[in-house]
Structures are given as C-alpha cells and as structure tokens.
C-alpha cells in the first residue's frame, strides 16, 4: 500500500525534470511565442509560465538579448 504514493512521488518529479529539460532545450523565440500563449491563456496552471519566464530571466542576465520580457512575474 505504501508503494502507491512513493511510485506517484517519482512519477511527478520525472515529469517535472522533462518539462524542465524540454523548456531549456528550446530556442529563445519558441520561449517567447509559448509564454505569449499562455498569458493569452487565461485557464492554463501558472506553473509551465513560470518555468519558462524563469528560463527567459535567466537567459537574459547571460547575455541573450532577445530573451528580455517587458515584465517577469517572479
């Protein structure tokens, strides 16, 4: 019975770290076209939002100029 919320613990953080993967391996301006469509988005969960608006903050402060939102929500 125990191994029912473990294997759903491990389920959840394997999704996680693709979408996380996924949102990285992504060129800038993908980034920017998802994350438009999510603001227009009014019923999607804020959560794939934010990583990419987390991905975009960070590529900016590397350097990449194109990655720069007007306002980051974080």
Same mark, same amino acid.
């Given at each position: 019975?125990?191994?029912?919320?473990?294997?759903?613990?491990? #389920?959840?953080?394997?999704?996680?770290?693709?979408?996380?993967?996924?949102?990285?391996?992504?060129?800038?301006?993908?980034?920017?076209?998802?994350?438009?469509?999510?603001?227009?988005?009014?019923?999607?969960?804020?959560?794939?939002?934010?990583?990419?608006? #987390?991905?975009?903050?960070?590529?900016?402060?590397?350097?990449?100029?194109?990655?720069?939102?007007?306002? #980051?929500?974080?």
């Amino acid at each position: 019975m125990k191994l029912v919320p473990l294997l759903a613990v491990v #389920f959840l953080a394997v999704g996680c770290a693709s979408d996380n993967k996924r949102i990285q391996s992504m060129t800038t301006p993908e980034l920017k076209l998802r994350h438009a469509q999510l603001v227009e988005e009014v019923a999607q969960p804020p959560r794939e939002k934010e990583h990419i608006e #987390f991905e975009l903050l960070w590529r900016w402060e590397a350097g990449d100029k194109a990655a720069y939102l007007p306002e #980051f929500s974080l």
